[in-house]
């Protein structure tokens, strides 16, 4: 099953993940604020758990990816940073060599582009780039946004390679 239209209900990464691994809006589990609860042990209301234990219910490996096929030349960050805690194991493995053909399964890969700090190849000409139209035309948010388009790119790359893995595993 693939999601071709899939959007966000929060404009960074961490509270992101709450409201997928949740499947409820971070300001209604309280996981609103980017990394707010890193310290504090604050954990979800009673009841609620992430899509990896229902999916485990159902009979799927979940997997966070960390570890991949060397020659791929990608490597996941295994992101957990949710916002809160949760006292039981979420992923059932973090290495694509766990995932088979004909099991079901749910892999989650993290990755860093489009995170600061930009260290993509340099793609984007900040001269003839398009500025989202809220920003000042300025030469160090031209600088500032091609380098976002380098990553964005980079990012569009490696999914595909990851997808294209998938593919030759015999997985997608």
Request: overall charge positive; some cysteine; glycine content about 6%.
């Amino acid at each position: 099953m693939r999601f071709n239209r899939m959007f966000t209900t929060a404009p960074v990464c961490s509270a992101s993940r709450s409201a997928f691994m949740t499947g409820m809006y971070q300001t209604t589990i309280g996981a609103h604020n980017h990394r707010s609860h890193r310290d504090d042990g604050y954990k979800v209301p009673a009841g609620v758990r992430p899509i990896t234990d229902w999916l485990r219910d159902a009979g799927y490996l979940t997997a966070n990816i960390r570890v991949f096929p060397t020659a791929l030349g990608v490597r996941g960050s295994g992101k957990t940073d949710w916002n809160f805690t949760y006292p039981a194991q979420p992923f059932d493995s973090d290495k694509w060599t766990d995932l088979k053909a004909k099991q079901p399964f749910m892999a989650q890969v993290n990755f860093q582009e489009t995170h600061r700090a930009f260290k993509s190849p340099k793609r984007a000409d900040p001269a003839k780039i398009a500025l989202p139209p809220i920003y000042p035309d300025h030469p160090v948010t031209r600088e500032d946004w091609a380098a976002y388009l380098d990553d964005a790119s980079e990012l569009d790359r490696k999914i595909g390679l990851v997808l294209r893995q998938l593919e030759e595993d015999g997985l997608a």
